[in-house]
């Protein structure tokens, strides 16, 4: 049994809030350079200099690249023999994200009920999802989830009938209902299959996936993977919805076995900041 | 297509917004008020009880924003916009108070439109997802209410040359709808 204390957990959760908010990965950015150099509108390359532009003030400033700093959404795949020790380990990682928000100056978006919505005031308690998984690591992934994209996402139990083309048409209008509003160019994180809740989880799963735009192993699911795209690409939506080529940076799709009458399909916008990290502990 | 830029200053009058056409870019100098969701259900309150607000909304234009924490030496931090359509509902109450201009990101239902229309109101899109940068723009930030909100108290932000997008004219003019149609032929 492999023990970690859980407040090197807490500060891994804290320096992840502050750095993905802060600075957008050199690889996503490249990502969004190659969209500039793939739109074909003229306002559209002028919305996607901007988003660049804004990556380098954020980096410069240390400021949040958007004010929408996000819900803390965490996975943690943790090792069947590793033994958290010192504390509670989701109390340790709402602790990090306390500590991130406050120390990084993020933004308090985290109400403690739905329905009173009162804010908490320190963006606590994060979204965390464990996976106990074999091995004596303890990994963690975060994602600062804007919330304007996240509103977008949708998910549709759909009849085996309705096959590829159901579910090629069902993400195809997701993008469009959302249109301008989820800041694209968005990244489209889809899961299919498995029952109501494991898809919606697979398609936040595959939000994660690094590097961005890194096709599925399985052939027909990467091939259905650029079928999304070149769909969704041909909306004519664009950046930030003003029309354009570039509607989304990419689409990674994950599948689950599923039951014999089913085939649920749950869509996750992510926005055109995208920022997530993982490491491993 | 050629661009126009046309610089404004609030408050805004009818004539400044009788020219604009979606696709315009202004450049807003002068004083917006922060509000979303939670300073909205405030102010719509305060509208229907006939109650004063907390600011002149003559003209005023309001800021679909809710900043980060201002750095140590910084006037504000992050602050670009929100998704406006959560505001749609409380269009029209704001619009009848006077205001003439929201500023937000992403597209509007066609009855804010129209209520736009009758009432002579435009709604600028800034660049979703750039608050950074667009933090530049803001000169001076005052709490005006409710502060218990956080961030989404309702504050006067003075703005130099803060750069917007016209999404919805005066004539119910709509970027985001022939954007597409536009692009979706070309494709």
Not at chain 1, 250 to 268: F, K
Not at chain 2, 104 to 132: C, D, H, L, N
Request: glycine share 10%.
């Amino acid at each position: 049994m492999r023990e970690i204390d859980v407040r090197k957990i807490s500060n891994a959760v804290r320096d992840l809030a502050i750095e993905v908010n802060i600075h957008l990965s050199e690889g996503f950015v490249e990502r969004l350079r190659k969209a500039l150099a793939q739109e074909k509108s003229e306002l559209g390359r002028e919305l996607l200099q901007r988003i660049i532009d804004n990556a380098r003030a954020a980096r410069e400033k240390m400021l949040p690249a958007c004010q929408d700093t996000g819900t803390a959404v965490i996975l943690v795949e943790i090792g069947q023999d590793v033994h958290p020790t010192g504390g509670n380990l989701i109390d340790a990682i709402n602790d990090g994200v306390t500590r991130g928000w406050r120390e990084g100056l993020l933004r308090a978006s985290i109400l403690g009920d739905p329905l009173t919505r009162m804010n908490t005031g320190d963006n606590a308690p994060a979204v965390v999802h464990t996976f106990i998984v074999p091995g004596d690591k303890l990994r963690l992934s975060f994602m600062a989830k804007g919330s304007g994209c996240e509103n977008m996402s949708r998910l549709k139990m759909l009849k085996p009938s309705d096959g590829e083309e159901g579910i090629l048409k069902f993400i195809e209008e997701t993008v469009v209902e959302a249109n301008g509003r989820p800041c694209p160019p968005v990244t489209l994180g889809v899961g299919i299959g498995g029952d109501f809740e494991l898809a919606a989880l697979l398609a936040k799963k595959a939000l994660f996936r690094n590097p961005i735009g890194a096709r599925h192993p399985e052939k027909h699911i990467a091939q259905l993977e650029e079928k999304i795209l070149d769909r969704v690409n041909a909306t004519g939506i664009g950046p930030l919805g003003m029309g354009g080529t570039v509607t989304a940076l990419a689409v990674h799709v994950e599948t689950a076995p599923v039951h014999i009458s089913s085939l649920p399909v749950a869509v996750n916008i992510d926005c055109h900041a995208h920022r997530h990290r993982s490491l491993s502990l | 297509m050629t661009v126009r830029t046309i610089r404004l200053t609030t408050p805004l009058k009818d004539a400044d917004l009788k020219g604009l056409k979606i696709g315009d870019r202004v450049l807003l100098s002068g004083e917006v008020y922060t509000a979303r969701d939670a300073g909205h259900k405030r102010l719509v309150k305060l509208i229907r009880e006939g109650a004063p607000l907390p600011f002149n909304p003559k003209g005023a234009v309001i800021y679909y924003t809710g900043p980060t924490p201002a750095r140590e030496g910084q006037i504000i931090g992050s602050c670009g916009p929100t998704t406006s359509s959560r505001m749609d509902a409380y269009m029209e109450d704001i619009v009848s108070a006077g205001i003439k201009a929201t500023i937000g990101k992403g597209g509007r239902s066609a009855e804010v439109r129209e209520i736009q229309k009758k009432y002579g109101a435009v709604y600028f899109s800034a660049v979703g997802g750039t608050g950074a940068i667009l933090s530049e723009n803001v000169t001076k930030v005052e709490l005006v209410a409710w502060e218990d909100l956080g961030t989404e108290a309702l504050r006067r932000l003075t703005v130099k040359d803060f750069p917007v997008i016209v999404a919805n004219d005066l004539a119910g003019g709509d970027i985001f709808l022939e954007a597409r149609a536009q692009w979706s032929k070309k494709i």
